[in-house]
């Protein structure tokens, strides 16, 4: 009897302290809801190869003992679109590619089709080369349809339904002008890329209502950017750019998402002023992305430092100019922040920057351009693995506080290295 009942108390104790544990799990599962997830993310194969592939450095060594992970979900990674250097861009199963390499902030470019619905698509004009579009009957709707031997198309989510925006399917970014068929226009992707992630069918094209569907369900951060389009078809159909501008954030309200979940973005900065005055709980953290670029000709310019000031002044808090703009290389070939990097940070202002893997750098990187033109000679970055250095002086030095890429897993990677 005695040892029965020893039996039963040890089993008594056991249960409770098995449902104190659970209910703490519980408390600690609440206490995260909404935070990025820290389990199960897979950075894939890509950054070991870039890393093994670097110099002897202090930064290969670091980058190397983090081999074994564990690998988690990291708002310093944000999706460019997805995952596009493998999956079609804002499509469903690009957007999951990103989720599962770690990215905590994924992007929807947002534009609107013929009948006021917001979609994901990074240009109002761009389904003739991002959609199978032209190769369907709903060619006939496009602003300038596709045809043998004619003008360059341009199809348009403004041109078609939601209904009709729902029955195409989305491909790699590309075409092929000099193609004599609707189905041969739609190749030409670069050999840098892939078609491998395009069959099955694959690429389901991405409401904005779907999207943050999505991201609710994964618990990271979303980060819509509210792209420009015809203003007269903006007039036409939700009244004006202002209306537009709400719409899209009525869309997120509707949703019950947190406004910290969401940096809204605008290259337009009346669009981010807007959401700043009209919708405080958003504004506070919306995002100006900044179109500077010191590698065109001629260049587009930086804000100077009064208009860094007076951007502070109207309530701005972050600022994303592209990464060619925040770093330099110096006379003995070191990566170091740019005058304009500097600047900005010494005008309060966060930083965001893209795009990260978003360049053909497998050849090197003399004479790219683009995001590595602050190196116009390849003489810091000289092939893909490099990339690595321009990320740890934007982390480092610029102290960027989220980078975006079209391969999130590589800056998964670091993030989770460096403690991001």
């Given amino acids: 009897m005695r040892d029965s009942l020893r039996f039963l108390t040890t089993v008594l104790l056991l249960s409770i302290l098995a449902s104190v544990a659970t209910a703490g799990g519980r408390d600690d599962d609440d206490d995260r809801r909404g935070r990025p997830e820290r389990l199960n993310v897979q950075v894939g194969v890509r950054p070991f190869y870039l890393v093994e592939g670097m110099d002897d450095s202090a930064l290969k060594d670091q980058l190397k003992q983090c081999q074994a992970g564990p690998f988690y979900t990291s708002r ?68 300038v349809p596709w045809t043998k031997g004619g003008p360059a198309p341009k199809c348009c989510t403004s041109d078609i339904s939601l209904s009709e925006f729902k029955s195409l399917k989305a491909k790699m970014d590309a075409s092929n002008p000099a193609a004599t068929t609707a189905e041969g226009f739609l190749g030409g992707t670069p050999a840098w890329r892939t078609d491998l992630y395009t069959g099955r069918p694959a690429g389901n094209v991405v409401t904005l209502k779907e999207h943050i569907e999505l991201i609710q369900q994964w618990g990271v951060g979303q980060t819509p950017e509210l792209k420009s389009g015809d203003p007269a078809r903006i007039q036409a159909v939700f009244g004006g750019q202002a209306q537009y501008a709400q719409k899209m954030i009525d869309t997120y309200k509707a949703a019950g998402v ?74 003995t070939g070191q990566v170091l922040p740019s005058q304009y990097a500097l600047d900005i940070n010494a005008a309060g202002l966060k930083i965001i920057t893209w795009s990260f893997e978003r360049v053909d750098l497998t050849k090197g990187a003399a004479g790219k351009g683009s995001y590595y033109g602050f190196d116009p000679t390849g003489a810091a970055i000289r092939r893909d693995s490099d990339m690595y250095k321009a990320l740890d002086v934007l982390a480092k030095q610029v102290k960027v506080i989220g980078l975006f890429s079209d391969w999130p897993g590589t800056v998964t990677y670091y993030a989770n290295c460096m403690g991001l």
């Avoid at 999706?79 to 992007?107: D, K, N, Q, V």
């Avoid at 405080?280 to 065109?296: E, H, I, N, W």
């Avoid at 804000?303 to 925040?326: C, D, E, M, R, Y």
């Fill in 76 to 143: 310093f990674s944000i999706s460019h679109r997805g995952a596009p250097l493998e999956f079609p861009e804002h499509s469903r199963e690009s957007y999951a590619a990103a989720h599962r390499m770690g990215a905590g902030i994924i992007e929807c470019d947002v534009t609107f089709t013929r009948d006021g619905e917001l979609v994901c698509r990074h240009s109002e004009c761009d389904l003739h080369t991002t959609t199978n579009i032209v190769a369907t009957p709903l060619n006939n709707a496009c602003t």
């Fill in 258 to 331: 947190h406004p910290r979940e969401v940096w809204a973005q605008s290259f337009d900065l009346n669009d981010i002023l807007y959401w700043i005055h009209n919708e405080p709980a958003f504004g506070r953290q919306a995002v100006y992305l900044d179109s500077v670029d010191p590698t065109t000709n001629p260049p587009i310019p930086r804000q100077t430092n009064a208009q860094l000031a007076a951007l502070k002044s109207a309530g701005v808090q972050i600022i994303a100019p592209p990464i060619q703009a925040l770093l330099a290389v110096s006379a």
